[in-house]
């Protein structure tokens, strides 16, 4: 039978190199590609956290520097000694600049680390308590959402007499509910798997259950969007004292830097204001990066289990 | 359809009641005193003892909170909402005075933001990971993560002090009088803020709906539509464009709250005498009435926002629309046989109100 | 030998010495090409309406088994060079267990594909050799599909006019006109058109799905699937419509994991197993495990409910 099919068929011995020739109808796109290959993913988190580590040390030990006045270099404009210039006090900008991103940096991780606390409780709550109770959640997330950020901010900022306090409370309360919704829907997706069901039956208590499957499943997910919460911190953060509601002006935070410039922009010193949003735009991005970074490791995690 | 509309409506009452109760407690709740605040201002100096005592007493610190608040509550139903002491006049005659200019911007930026966030947002996802769709990722990305007030400086310095084209700041030129001066002075005055409010809008709206647009060229009904010969793009135009609808709908009213932020800061920036720019006036000065009042006005226009999506989500969606009235008539039925009685045989898919059966299934296995 | 050189280098890449031969019956049934012939075969003009061969679809990914950051991508085949071959008049089953792979074939045939898969091999279609944009330029005209589900609809628009498509170059009121015709024809009112996906029973949804692939007048259709959900009358009527279709002139493919069903309609059984088609078959071979010459299309044999279930049997 074999042998009738070998005639058959049409593979003449011939015509062998060219019936071994396929068409091909699709490459897959390239994974090797940077943008997925796992081990530069690890290095960008990996680097992109060490520079921001460095800024916030750097930062703190330039902040005494960043106040000398000096003023043989008023208004220098950019040069290699001065970076980025030097402002009407002969402050040099460089180093005010530093010390206002390390300032940021920490008030944004204070604030998402509170903000993130509160999206973990507030989601796990939500999704593992009764309909009342997610419901009430999800009213509170639906009421916060109900007044612009920027609005609530001020108001928060403004309840609690300004200040460093008034802003990072404000931050830290305004900005769990996105995060509480992704928490509520890792949950609910966790506790739909067999093994809590399994640990259900073997009687463990919820809390017990909370603690032991459903943190460490839903961690991951939580750990990218508690790093994707600072740029939002910090934006904001900026944005508040540069209103005036934040740290007080005698802080050298990004926001009151901007805000004097602002006064100076009329004069042309266009470095006073330029180079601290860029660095600032450029802290906000290596966040964006290593969240982005940590969310595509996570992603193919979850998908390979 | 009717009580759809009714449920929403209720609901958006109910949350703008805690919101507004929220605010006021805030308000309330801050250590800085209010009269205290302006004292030695021109308002609080010029305006006579009686009154003096009336404010004192109005946001005095003895009242409970609940009472207060009922009161302001009262009066704001009934148009009083109080006497801003940093403009010495009603706050709602503020705030009708600089709605105009807060709306106008808010409603270019809005519209501009939303077309140009939609399209590129679009052409982003149809031609995923190809040059088009890093570009503009790259842009959204950029442009998220910079600060609005500083793009507004940057502009301001660009096209107002270096190349004098826009004007510095205000909605009118210095020494004109809202009556004498013409819509193209306003149109010039209002430019600069629209573009730098619009061009930050644009970021988000074009990232969250080029998702969208991926999740519908991956779903199994335009992938049917591929393999019935259609292009992505000829399936989006021959009807798929209602999937996109939805959920742009949704984006482009959720994004009046951060347009709202985002005008906060460009008016401050340039100056523009709108809501925004009174909002950081009271808060700055202590105008408790005024600073309630706009945050109230806040909410309502979100709250607003959401409503309109809602019920124009019920127009679109058939599932919604014709989905209720039918269901339950008949079941599933065999081919041929029941055929034109068969309607709503599945239950309408509703965005509320799915989100506890996953909880009953989950408890059921065990 | 020489004689069948020439022809392959044609375009029409057939033996055409073979219609005579494939006059068999299913028990002495030769190989053809890789299959063997039900009773009556038709080779029109002398060649297959739809012939695969080779087929290979696989994944890049990355090796699940090596630690995660250390893991290497590599290509992992679902499908490894399968063969198969749909005559004119003619229903094949592809038969096999579900979450196989077996749509991709379909997904191969209809010139669809995910961004990271890659897809190998030779498919004819009407003695054409073809390649992936010639696919998608028969896709929804000579070849159409059949999808598993209502999902596979737009829940947004009316079903009429999706049922009329959109097809470039086809004038709007010819397919208004056809999608009437074929809601006559598969007993479906005139006012179905106007109803929502949501709004159809689990039947209707399926012939409008087939409404569907016939208005572009295909000469072949792929069937992914197209009965799960539905008791067994009605897979029975879904299968008669394609059993019509097929005796009208036209070719099916029918992927299932229902062989039961299969064997109930169709010409001939394929039998996916382990990445590839292990045995292409005329039904009649099922009579009696003797005439399945591979040891899984015996198992399955045995594993019929009338042949009590018997998982072994080698």
Redesign the interface.
């Known amino acids: 039978m074999a042998e009738i099919a070998r005639t058959q068929a049409p593979v003449a011995p011939a015509a062998q190199a060219q019936v071994e020739q396929t068409t091909l109808f699709h490459e897959p796109?390239s994974l090797s590609r940077l943008t997925s290959n796992r081990k530069v993913l690890l290095v960008t988190v990996i680097g992109a956290l060490a520079v921001l580590a460095l800024i916030i040390v750097a930062g703190t030990l330039a902040t005494p520097a960043a106040q000398e006045t000096d003023f043989a270099r008023r208004d220098l404009a950019p040069s290699l000694a001065h970076p980025f210039g030097c402002d009407w006090l002969g402050r040099d900008m460089f180093l005010r600049t530093l010390a206002g991103l390390s300032l940021s940096i920490r008030i944004g991780l204070l604030a998402a680390a509170v903000s993130a606390l509160i999206s973990l409780v507030l989601g796990t709550i939500a999704a593992m308590g009764s309909?009342v109770v997610?419901g009430a959640v999800?009213?509170l997330i639906?009421?916060m959402?109900?007044?612009?950020?920027?609005?609530?901010l001020?108001?928060?900022?403004?309840?609690?007499?300004?200040g460093f306090w008034g802003v990072t409370v404000g931050i830290a309360l305004t900005h769990w509910a996105s995060l509480t919704r992704v928490v509520r829907a890792e949950v609910?997706q966790c506790?739909?798997s067999?093994y809590?069901?399994?640990a259900?039956?073997l009687g463990a208590s919820r809390l017990r259950i909370v603690a032991k499957h459903i943190v460490p499943f839903v961690f991951p997910q939580f750990l990218v969007g508690f790093i994707l919460l600072f740029?939002h911190a910090i934006?904001h953060e900026?944005?508040i004292t540069?209103?005036?509601?934040g740290l007080p002006p005698e802080l050298p935070a990004l926001g009151n830097i901007?805000s004097e410039?602002?006064t100076y922009?009329?004069t042309?010193m266009?470095w006073l204001?330029?180079f601290p949003?860029l660095s600032?735009?450029a802290t906000?991005?290596l966040f964006?990066l290593a969240g982005g970074a940590l969310r595509k490791i996570v992603d193919a995690r979850t998908n390979q289990e | 359809m009717a009580r759809y509309v009714l449920f929403h409506i209720a609901k958006c009452v109910v949350?703008?009641l805690?919101?507004s109760f929220?605010?006021f407690a805030?308000?309330n709740?801050?250590?800085?005193d209010p009269v205290q605040a302006n004292l030695g201002q021109a308002a609080y100096i010029n305006m006579d003892p009686e009154k003096r005592a009336e404010l004192a007493a109005y946001w005095g610190v003895d009242a409970p909170l609940w009472e207060s608040y009922a009161n302001w509550l009262g009066g704001v139903v009934q148009g009083d909402w109080g006497i801003s002491l940093r403009y010495n006049a009603p706050v709602l005659q503020v705030i009708a005075e600089r709605t105009a200019n807060t709306l106008m911007l808010m409603a270019v930026a809005w519209v501009v933001s939303g077309l140009l966030g939609f399209a590129l947002g679009i052409a982003a996802a149809l031609h995923r990971?190809g040059w088009i769709d890093r570009t503009i990722k790259g842009y959204c990305?950029?442009l998220?993560?910079?600060?609005?007030?500083?793009l507004a400086?940057?502009f301001?310095?660009c096209f107002s002090?270096?190349l004098p084209i826009f004007p510095?700041g205000f909605s009118l030129p210095i020494g004109v009088n809202s009556s004498e001066a013409t819509l193209l002075d306003a149109l010039h005055h209002l430019a600069l803020p629209a573009i730098t409010l619009s061009l930050v809008g644009v970021a988000n709206i074009a990232l969250h709906t080029r998702e969208k647009t991926i999740d519908v060229l991956e779903?199994?009904?335009v992938?049917?539509?591929?393999?019935?010969?259609?292009s992505p793009a000829?399936a989006l135009?021959?009807?798929?464009w209602?999937?996109l609808l939805?959920p742009a709908l949704t984006l482009q009213f959720a994004s009046i709250?951060?347009i709202?932020?985002?005008s906060?800061?460009v008016e401050?920036?340039f100056s523009y005498p709108g809501l925004g720019q009174a909002?950081?006036t009271a808060?700055?000065g202590g105008d408790v009435a005024l600073?309630a009042g706009?945050?109230v006005i806040?909410?309502v226009l979100?709250?607003g926002g959401n409503l309109a999506a809602n019920i124009l989500y019920g127009v679109?969606?058939?599932?919604i629309r014709?989905?209720q009235s039918?269901s339950g008539k008949s079941a599933?039925?065999?081919?041929?046989s029941?055929?034109?009685s068969?309607?709503?045989?599945?239950p309408?898919?509703r965005m509320n109100g799915q989100?506890?059966t996953?909880?009953n299934?989950?408890g059921g296995?065990? | 030998m020489t004689d069948l050189q020439d022809i392959r280098s044609s375009s029409a890449r057939v033996i055409q010495a073979h219609d005579a031969k494939d006059m068999h019956g299913a028990h002495d049934a030769h190989d053809h090409h890789h299959h063997r012939h039900a009773e009556n075969p038709v080779h029109t003009h002398g060649h297959h309406l739809l012939q695969v061969e080779d087929l290979s679809v696989g994944f890049r990914m990355y090796d699940p088994t090596e630690p995660f950051f250390a893991a290497k991508q590599e290509l992992v085949n679902v499908i490894d060079h399968l063969s198969i071959a749909v005559h004119e008049r003619e229903i094949v089953a592809l038969v096999g267990p579900s979450g196989a792979g077996k749509s991709l074939l379909a997904d191969a045939i209809?010139a669809?594909y995910e961004p990271n898969v890659q897809v190998e091999g030779r498919i004819w279609f009407d003695g054409e050799l073809q390649d992936a944009k010639s696919l998608?330029?028969l896709?929804?005209?000579a070849i159409?599909?059949v999808?598993q589900?209502v999902?596979?609809?737009?829940?947004?628009?009316k079903v009429g006019?999706?049922v009329q498509?959109?097809?470039?170059g086809a004038a709007k009121e010819d397919c208004a006109r056809k999608q009437q015709e074929l809601f006559a024809r598969?007993?479906?009112?005139p006012?179905?058109a106007d109803?929502?996906p949501?709004?159809?029973?689990?039947?209707?949804a399926?012939?409008v799905l087939l409404c569907?692939a016939l208005i572009?007048n295909p000469r072949l259709i792929v069937a992914d699937e197209p009965t799960p959900g539905l008791?067994e009358?009605?897979a029975l009527?879904?299968l008669e419509d394609f059993r019509a279709f097929a005796d009208g002139g036209g070719g099916v493919l029918l992927i299932t994991h229902d062989i039961e069903l299969a064997l109930r309609v169709a010409d001939r059984i394929a039998v996916f197993h382990d990445k590839t088609i292990v045995e292409e078959t005329s039904v009649a071979s099922f009579a009696s495990p003797e005439h399945l010459q591979h040891p899984f299309s015996r198992a399955l044999w045995h594993a019929l409910p009338e042949h009590g279930f018997s998982a072994a049997g080698e």
């Open positions: 796109r309909r997610d999800t009213w639906d009421l959402m109900g007044v612009p950020h920027l609005v609530l001020i108001l928060i900022s403004y309840a609690l007499g300004k609910l506790r739909q067999p809590i069901a399994v259900q039956k740029p934006l900026a944005a540069f209103l005036g509601f901007l410039s602002m922009l009329s042309g266009w204001a330029v949003g600032l735009i906000v991005l964006d | 949350l703008l805690a919101v929220l605010c805030l308000v709740a801050s250590p800085i990971d990305y950029l998220a993560a910079t600060p609005t007030f500083w400086m940057i301001l310095l002090v270096l510095i779903s199994d009904y992938r049917f539509s591929r393999m019935r010969g259609l000829e135009r021959n009807g798929c209602r999937n939805l709250s951060e709202f932020g985002g906060v800061l401050e920036v909002a950081v808060a700055l600073l706009i945050a806040s909410a979100v709250f679109i969606d058939p599932r014709r989905g039918e599933r039925g065999g081919v041929g029941d055929v034109g068969a309607r709503g045989s599945r309408p898919r989100r506890f996953e909880q299934e989950a296995r065990g | 209809m669809c998608a330029a896709a929804g005209g159409a599909v999808p589900s999902a596979s609809l737009n829940p947004l628009v006019k999706q498509g959109g097809r470039r598969y007993g479906l009112v006012s179905v109803l929502y949501h709004e159809l029973s689990g039947g209707m399926r012939r569907c572009g008791d009358a009605a009527r879904v």
